[in-house]
Structures are given as C-alpha cells and as structure tokens.
C-alpha cells in the first residue's frame, strides 16, 4: 500500500526576474486566447479552451523579427475536443505531448516536426472526474520506466483548488490516482481560481499559475507559484509542500493559464478573453 505523506518542507528556489511589460501579442482574436503551452521539439505549441466547430483547439508560434507569428494546426482526428485547458510535453520525447479536457480527457498528439502536423494516439480518461471538478493543470514526470501525472483542480475563491496525482501508463491508457490535497494561495485575492495551469520539472517540482477571472472583460492578474516536490522514497511517490507560499512572481494585468519550463526560465502564456492571448518569457536570476 501506497501512504503519501505531508510535511511542511521549506525548499528553496530562486526569485524571477521580469516586468509586467513587454509582453509579445501572439493574437488580438478571443479564439487565439491561450489555455495551454508546451515546446516539442524546440516548436512553441498552444492551446485553446475553444468550444466552437469553427475555432482552432491547437497552434504553433514561432518568431518573426521582433514580432510572433502564429498558425493553427488542424486538430488530428474527426472528434473535436471541448474545452482544452492543458498541454504537457511526454517526458523524453521530442515528438509527443497530452493535451488535457476540463473533464480529464487526455487526447496523446504527436507533432510531425518535418511536415509540421499532428497524429493522433488515441486518449486516456482520468478516472472520477465528475462536476464540479473543473482541471486546468496537466504535468508529467518521467520516474525510471514509469511516469507520475499531476491535474489540478481550479477552485474558485473560498472553494480551495486541488492538487491530484497518480500513475500514468501509456501502454495500457489507464491513470492510477494515488493522493491528492486541498490548494489555496494568497494572491489573487478576488475572483481565484488557485490552480489555472501545472508543471513538474525534471527534479520533482511541482508549480502552478493562478490567476483572478472577473469576466471575459477583466481586470486580469495572476501569479506563480511553487508548490513543492514530489519524491519517490521506499517506492511510493510522496509530496513535500513548500514552507510559508508565496507567489514567485506576480503579473499584475494578464491571466497567465500557461505556462512552460524552459531553460534557465519561463514562458508565460495570457488567455486574457476579449483581449487575446500574449506571451512573455523571463528567467530566474
């Protein structure tokens, strides 16, 4: 049996260097508003909580001078996915990623770099998710020859987020939960979804974007933070809590609902409704 245990460690990490400036418009159209983003390969791909037959779910940005240019990728299979709130790159491929639903449909893309074009894998259905559990977060880890998954639940204000991880096995296209835990964070303090987006790092580090939503409108702000870390010890998968959160940067006009490591850094990625989506990459110090 599987015991997960809790502890209040403090782990240390840098503070990020950036400004609430400069951002890069990747479209001014609500439809290119980005809830997702990953580098495959070296290509900056998003995604889109479109729900509309006519709108794009998945695209690629690259860079243009000092501008970004952006183009949809046809989505790979005859379904369309509703409400696509996550991507996340398969650990130790240069090919493959997971592009999550609201309702935990993982739909397992993989990107043909040469002729710039998605396959399509097959999904695999997080187990119990039923409404009003709402994900927005979708990371992975590679662990030896297994993989641990983590989707966060968004929360809203008073209503904590939610922390869940398991085991995904992409042979069988079957995710084992194992434990979850309850998230709030301090900042946003109105309008707080407490989980908008997830990633773990190849050292067990779990963060996550939260942001404040008033409506399609805005005023928009959000933040990241560092949760924690997950840590295999006597083969079972434990999770450590960072000590004392606080957000590690706050962006005081945009709704960052992605986010992807990069080396020495950040991207952000905006889905600012009305306003489009944005992206901004920063680095730690």
């Not at 990020?16 to 609500?30: K, Y």
């Not at 650990?91 to 893309?109: F, N, R, V, Y």
């Not at 949760?227 to 809590?241: A, K, P, S, V």
């Amino acid at each position: 049996m599987n015991y997960t245990i809790f502890l209040m460690l403090p782990i240390l990490f840098c503070s990020l260097s950036a400004q609430d400036e400069d951002w890069q418009l990747v479209g001014e159209e609500r439809s290119v508003a980005i809830s997702g983003i990953a580098t495959v390969g070296g290509h900056t791909i998003v995604v889109h909580d479109n729900k509309r037959e006519y709108e794009g779910r998945i695209g690629i940005i690259t860079e243009s001078g000092d501008e970004l240019k952006y183009r949809i990728l046809e989505w790979p299979n005859e379904t369309l996915p509703f409400d696509v709130e996550a991507l996340a790159t398969v650990p130790g491929s240069a090919t493959d990623m997971i592009a999550m639903e609201s309702q935990g449909k993982c739909h397992w893309l993989v990107f043909d770099q040469a002729k710039m074009r998605l396959a399509y894998n097959g999904f695999i259905q997080i187990p119990w998710i039923k409404w009003p559990t709402n994900l927005e977060g979708f990371g992975l880890m590679k662990v030896g020859d297994k993989f641990l998954a983590a989707w966060g639940h968004r929360g809203k204000s008073e209503y904590p987020g939610k922390l869940f991880w398991g085991w995904i096995d992409f042979d069988l296209r079957t995710v084992e939960p194992v434990d979850s835990i309850e998230i709030t964070v301090e900042w946003p303090t109105e309008h707080v979804r407490h989980i908008a987006d997830l990633k773990i790092n190849e050292s067990g580090d779990c963060w996550v974007s939260a942001t404040s939503d008033p409506g399609d409108d805005g005023p928009f702000s959000s933040a990241l933070y560092h949760l924690g870390r997950f840590q295999i010890e006597d083969n079972q998968i434990n999770f450590y809590q960072v000590l004392n959160r606080q957000p590690a940067f706050k962006f005081e006009t945009h709704k960052v609902e992605g986010f992807e490591f990069i080396e020495n850094g950040v991207i952000a990625a905006t889905d600012d409704e009305n306003f489009g989506g944005y992206l901004k990459t920063f680095y730690f110090k």
